[in-house]
C-alpha cells in the first residue's frame, strides 16, 4: 500500500544529503567538541562552522546562537532563564493562550513557584488580541511570549507589532518560531526579538537538536548547569552530528525556500478549495487570508464525527494526519488552541490537522479528499448526530 505522509507539522523526513554530512561526525569525527587534543579540535571547528552558518542564515551573530536538545528546551529556557535572572525586577509573564505545550506547562509549574502568567486570548482566526496584551502588561512583567506561528492552526502572528509594544515598556520579548523557521524568511535582528526558538527536525533535519537565539546583553540565567559548553551557559557535550545536520538543513531549507513553500501551498490550497467544495458541514480553521497562514497547514472541522475516527481510518489506508485532541492520561481533551479561538468541545473533538511537505504531490493531495469523503460519509452515516439531523441526511 501506498502511504501518504500529511503531518509535517509534528516531523519531517531527513534531507538526505543532510545524513550524508552528518554520516562522517558519527563514525570518523567523533571527538567530543571540548577535549583539548586533534579529535576535539576537528569536532570543534564543525560546530564552529555550524554556528556560523546558522548564525548568518538568520541574521544573528553566531554568539548569539545556543545549541539545545531541540525546541522544547529552547522554550523552557527562554521562560525560566528569563524570570530567574530578573526576579528583582518582577515576577509577571505574559504569553498567549495558544502557545506550544512547551511554553504553556512550563508556565504552569512557574505559576506554583510564585510566577504570575497572563495568558492572551486570540480571535476566531488565532491572532493574538493585541489590546489585551498592552492591558496585561504591569510593572513587574520581565517577558511577553507569543509565538511565531500556531502549529495547529497555521495562523501567523504579529511578531514585529508585539515587539514594538514590548520595547515601549522595556520588557523581553520571546519567541516561538519552531514552526516558522523554513516557512517565513527570519532574521532577528530586524525583527528585533530578545530570543527565538527553533527546531532542526521541522525542517528536514535531525530530530533532538535545536538552538534558543539570545540577544547579546540581556540577562538570562542558565537552564542546564555542568561544563563550560555554550559559552558556560549550557552544559552538555554539544550533540556534534546533531549541529552540523542542523545548519546543512537550515542551509538546504533557505536555498529553495521560495520555490518550495509555493509549491507546499498550492497544494495546500488545492486541499482546502476542495475539501470545502466537496466535504459538507466542513470548517476551515486558522486565518483565511493566505499570507498570514503557514504554507504547510489546513485544519479542518467536521461536524457530527470524532477526529480520532477518521484519523484511525485514513490511518488504515496508509494516510498519516493529526487530530485536534491530545490523549492525556487515557482521556481525550481537546485543544487548547481549538477552544481559545472560540471552537466547542465537539467541534474540537471533530478536528483534523492535515500539514504538507514539499515530498507531498498533487496526486496525493487529489487521493487523500477523495478517500476523505468517502471517509467521512461512512462516519457520518454511522453517526447518531448526524442521523438525528434527518434533514440534512444523505447530503
Ligand atoms: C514541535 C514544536 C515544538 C517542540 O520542538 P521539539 O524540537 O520537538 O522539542 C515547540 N513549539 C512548536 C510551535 C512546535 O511546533
New binding site residues.
Partial sequence: MKRIYLDH???TKLDERVFEKMSPYFLEVYGNANSQHGFGRDAQKAVDEARDTIAKLIGAKPNEIYFT?????S?NWAIRGTVKALKNKGNHVIMSSIE?A??LTTAKELEKEGVEVSLIGVDSEGFIDLNELKNAIRPTTVLISC?Y???EIGTIEPIAEIVKIAKEHGILVHT?A??AMGAIDINVADLGVDML?F????FNGP??V?ALYIKNGIPMARLISGGHQERTRRGGTTNVPGVVGFAEALKLTKETMKEDTAYVASLRDRFISRVEEEIPFSKLNGARDTSKRLPSNADFSFEFIEGESILFSLDIDGIAVSSGSACSSGSLEPSHVLLAIGLSEEKAHGTIRFSFGKENTIEEVDYVVDTLKSTIQRLREMSPLFNLKGEIKNV
Fill in positions: 507539522a509534528a516531523t536538545s531541540g525546541g522544547t528546551e522554550d506550544h512547551a511554553m509565538m506561528a500556531n502549529n516561538d519552531v514552526q526558538s527546531s532542526a527536525h521541522k530530530k533532538g535545536g
